[in-house]
């Protein structure tokens, strides 16, 4: 059975890597982008705004026909669970392919800073280290991870959860349902 690894970076001085939803929306893509043993094409076309015309011009166009020239992908990871947080992210990864995980981490966190930098005209590292990683090593682990990765967003509102004790019960269930 392919290994499964919890995965997580945060940013380096606790700083925020994602600033807003373009951000989050960007990581989310380069979690489809990236996951593939072919190197990514040049992405930083995302970073502008298009103009009117483009925008109508891509508003027309059939989203399930834009890939078709693409070669087939051959995935290095599949993705069990994430949640992006302000100052860092989880997720939950199957490897596909031998060293599968290292490989989909440092194109994802590679890309994921060059995209950073170049939009919030910085330079220099995004993340504390290159990436933390935890084999599953149990069924326990497993069963437990999915859980956690989703209730970490409860940290925003709740942290107290860990301690396995809400104040407000609804203010939490509330907040789980509408984190995006």
Sequence with gaps: MPEIYHALSRGVDKRKIFMD????????????????????ENLSYHLREPSIAVRQRY????????????PPRKLLVNILAFCLMPNHYHLL????????????????????VQYFN???E???????RKYKSVLVDS????????????LNALDLVAPEWRQRKIENL???????????
């Design 21 to 40: 939803d373009r951000d989050r929306f960007r990581f989310i893509h380069d979690l489809f982008e990236f996951n593939d043993i072919a190197p990514a």
């Design 59 to 70: 508003d027309s166009v059939d989203v399930r026909q834009q890939n078709i020239n693409r």
């Design 93 to 112: 990864l199957q490897s596909l392919v031998e060293n599968g995980v290292p490989l989909f981490m440092k194109k994802l966190n590679g890309g994921y």
């Design 118 to 120: 170049k939009k919030h």
């Design 122 to 128: 910085r330079t220099g590292t995004l993340f504390e």
């Design 139 to 150: 069924q326990a682990h497993f069963i437990h991870l999915p859980y956690y990765i989703h």
């Design 170 to 180: 609804d203010k939490a269930i509330n907040f789980l349902n509408t984190y995006r």
